[in-house]
C-alpha cells in the first residue's frame, strides 16, 4: 500500500506551498460535501416518512368526520341505537387518530428546546462565533383541505378540534472553521430528540474561516412560539 501511494506523497512534497494550500482545501470541500450527504440524507429520510404518515392520518381524520356528519344528519332524521353506536364508533376512531398525531409531536423536539440547544451548543465550541440566530414564519405543516373552486377551507359539522402540527423554523448564521462546524453538526445530531434539516449552507470567506447558514425546524401542535 505504502508503495501504491509514494508516487503520490512524492508529487505532493513536490508541490509549492501555495500549490499544496490548493490541493489540502480541495480535500477539505471533498470531505464536507460527504460529511454533509451523510448527516442531510438520513434527516431526508425521516421526514419523508413523516409526512407521509401524518398525510395518511390527515387524510383519514377528514373522512371520519365525513362518516360522523353523515350518521349524524341521519340520526337527526331517524334516531335509533345502531346509529348512535355508529357514530360513537367513529368518534372513538378520530380520537384515535388525532392521538396518532399527539405521539408524533411528542418525539420531536419542542421549539423551545430547539432555540436553547441550538445556541448552547454553538457556544460550548469556542472556535464558532454566532452571527445571528432566528425564528422563522410559523406555518401549517400540511394545508387545508379546501372545497373544490372554493378559496375557503372545508368545514365539518360535528365539533371535533383537529390535532393540527406547525412548522416552526430556526436560522442561524454562524463564522468559523470546517472542523469545529463539523463538530457543532455533529452534537446537534446527536441531540435524543427529532428535528429536521432544512438546508446547510458553507461559504469559505478567508481560510480556513467560513460562514456557515443552518436552516432547521421542529413540529409542533402549537401554532405560537410559546417560550421562544
Given at each position: 500500500?505504502r508503495?501504491?501511494?509514494?508516487?503520490l506523497?512524492?508529487?505532493?512534497g513536490?508541490?509549492?506551498?501555495?500549490?499544496?494550500?490548493?490541493?489540502?482545501?480541495?480535500?477539505?470541500?471533498?470531505s464536507?460535501q460527504?460529511a454533509?450527504?451523510?448527516?442531510l440524507?438520513?434527516?431526508?429520510q425521516?421526514?419523508?416518512?413523516?409526512?407521509?404518515?401524518?398525510?395518511?392520518?390527515?387524510?383519514?381524520?377528514v373522512g371520519?368526520?365525513?362518516?360522523m356528519?353523515?350518521l349524524?344528519?341521519?340520526?337527526?332524521?331517524?334516531p335509533?341505537?345502531?346509529?348512535?353506536?355508529?357514530?360513537?364508533?367513529?368518534r372513538?376512531h378520530?380520537a384515535v387518530?388525532?392521538?396518532r398525531l399527539?405521539?408524533?409531536?411528542?418525539k420531536?423536539?419542542?421549539?423551545q428546546?430547539?432555540?436553547r440547544?441550538?445556541?448552547?451548543?454553538?457556544?460550548?465550541?469556542?472556535?464558532?462565533?454566532?452571527?445571528?440566530?432566528?425564528?422563522?414564519?410559523?406555518?401549517?405543516?400540511?394545508?387545508?383541505?379546501?372545497?373544490?373552486?372554493?378559496?375557503?377551507?372545508?368545514?365539518?359539522s360535528?365539533?371535533?378540534?383537529?390535532?393540527?402540527?406547525?412548522?416552526?423554523?430556526?436560522?442561524?448564521?454562524?463564522?468559523?472553521?470546517?472542523l469545529?462546524?463539523l463538530?457543532?453538526l455533529?452534537a446537534?445530531?446527536a441531540?435524543?430528540?427529532?428535528?429536521?434539516w432544512?438546508?446547510v449552507?458553507?461559504?469559505?470567506?478567508?481560510?480556513?474561516?467560513?460562514?456557515?447558514?443552518?436552516?432547521?425546524?421542529?413540529?409542533?401542535?402549537?401554532?405560537?412560539?410559546?417560550?421562544?
Open positions: 500500500m508503495d501504491k501511494l509514494q508516487p506523497i512524492d508529487r505532493f513536490a508541490l509549492s506551498t501555495r500549490e499544496r494550500m490548493f490541493v489540502l482545501i480541495a480535500v477539505f470541500a471533498v464536507y460527504i454533509d450527504l451523510v448527516v440524507d438520513r434527516q431526508y425521516r421526514i419523508e416518512t413523516l409526512n407521509r404518515d401524518i398525510a395518511h392520518d390527515n387524510a383519514a381524520i371520519v368526520n365525513t362518516d356528519n353523515m349524524a344528519a341521519q340520526a337527526e332524521r331517524d335509533n341505537r345502531a346509529l348512535r353506536e355508529q357514530l360513537a364508533a367513529a372513538s378520530n387518530l388525532q392521538q399527539t405521539s408524533v409531536a411528542e420531536l423536539i419542542s421549539p428546546d430547539m432555540a440547544f441550538i445556541e448552547k451548543l454553538l457556544v460550548q465550541e469556542s472556535e464558532l462565533t454566532m452571527l445571528s440566530l432566528k425564528t422563522l414564519k410559523t406555518e401549517p405543516l400540511l394545508p387545508a383541505r379546501k372545497h373544490e373552486g372554493s378559496a375557503e377551507p372545508v368545514q365539518t360535528v365539533s371535533t378540534p383537529a390535532a393540527t402540527l406547525h412548522k416552526h423554523g430556526f436560522e442561524i448564521t454562524f463564522s468559523g472553521g470546517y469545529p462546524t463538530r457543532y455533529q446537534l445530531e441531540l435524543p430528540w427529532e428535528f429536521f432544512d438546508s449552507n458553507y461559504e469559505v470567506i478567508d481560510y480556513p474561516n467560513s460562514i456557515v447558514r443552518l436552516r432547521l425546524h421542529t413540529l409542533s401542535l402549537s401554532e405560537d412560539w410559546i417560550g421562544v
